[in-house]
């Protein structure tokens, strides 16, 4: 193994921080981009010797690939959480900086999913099915789900998500609005006791395993649509009206009163969906 990609996982060893899905993508990331720091010439570069230069290659090298905004700003962001954890947090530019453009997210596409109740009932895992309806009523995404603990998280009126359980290890609250969501929480305490929506003979990965084969055989796919929905909902429950993905009024129609309404919503769907953008929620409501 070459000196970086080594030492890059032994940074990845000491600073376990975020989600297990962040971490391994995290992970294949850095591997990625010490391999083709070795492949620019950059030979015998150690995890400490960061330097702006490289960040600046990286991105003529994915620019020369044809990668696309996100992916670069993907890896751009593992590149500063590499930089942070060796203590030289400025080494690497802004993204204006270093040339990569602002990612587009408008499309006004419904890619909303409504959990099927028949099929749900399909689900023979108990842990599963609670864990798809509870991405279902809070928006959360799948390994937030899974490894939700009612008796830590719950708090009444909310939910509060650890950040060790999130994306990008980013804690939020999302309120409890309704009674059936107070039910759901009620019945999630009941299954799951004081630990998460996993069995106790089961650790997450296997959990995970668990849940890709039970939705599959159930027939549930594309379960992520989950929180477009979850988003649709609120963008209506908060403005009266319905948002441009699910056919209402394009938001450069919008003016006024009804202009910053629609974006005090688009604000609060970004905070409950764990987004530090307010351009991101977009992708779920659409935009126009």
């Not at 209506?236 to 974006?263: F, H, N, Q, V």
Request: aromatic fraction near 6%; hydrophobic fraction near 35%.
């Amino acid at each position: 193994m070459r000196e970086l990609n080594y030492d890059l996982k032994r940074l990845q060893a000491t600073h376990r921080d975020a989600s297990h899905g962040t971490r391994k993508a995290r992970s294949y990331a850095l591997a990625q981009i010490a391999n083709t720091l070795h492949d620019l010439g950059f030979r015998g570069l150690k995890a400490t010797g960061l330097r702006r230069k490289h960040a600046v290659a990286l991105v003529k090298e994915w620019k020369r690939q044809g990668r696309t905004v996100g992916t670069m700003k993907n890896r751009t962001a593992h590149i500063r959480w590499w930089a942070e954890r060796i203590g030289r947090p400025g080494v690497v530019p802004s993204n204006d900086a270093l040339g990569i453009a602002k990612r587009e997210y408008v499309t006004n596409e419904d890619k909303s999913v409504v959990l099927d109740p028949e099929k749900l009932t399909l689900v023979k895992d108990p842990h599963v099915a609670m864990a798809l309806r509870m991405e279902a009523e809070f928006g959360l995404r799948r390994e937030e789900a899974i490894k939700f603990t009612p008796s830590r998280d719950d708090r009444g009126d909310r939910i509060r998500l650890k950040g060790s359980t999130t994306k990008g290890g980013r804690p939020r609250e999302v309120p409890v609005r309704n009674e059936s969501q107070r039910r759901l929480l009620d019945e999630a305490r009941g299954l799951a006791g004081g630990g998460a929506l996993i069995p106790p003979d089961r650790n997450y990965k296997q959990q995970l395993k668990v849940y890709e084969n039970r939705t599959r055989e159930a027939g549930l796919y594309r379960m992520h649509g989950l929180r477009h929905h979850y988003a649709l909902t609120r963008y209506e429950e908060i403005t009266g009206w319905k948002a441009p993905a699910a056919g209402g009024p394009p938001r450069r129609t919008l003016t006024g009163a009804r202009r910053r309404i629609d974006t005090a919503a688009r604000r609060t769907i970004a905070r409950e969906l764990g987004h530090d953008r307010i351009s991101v929620v977009a992708q779920y409501i659409g935009g126009g």
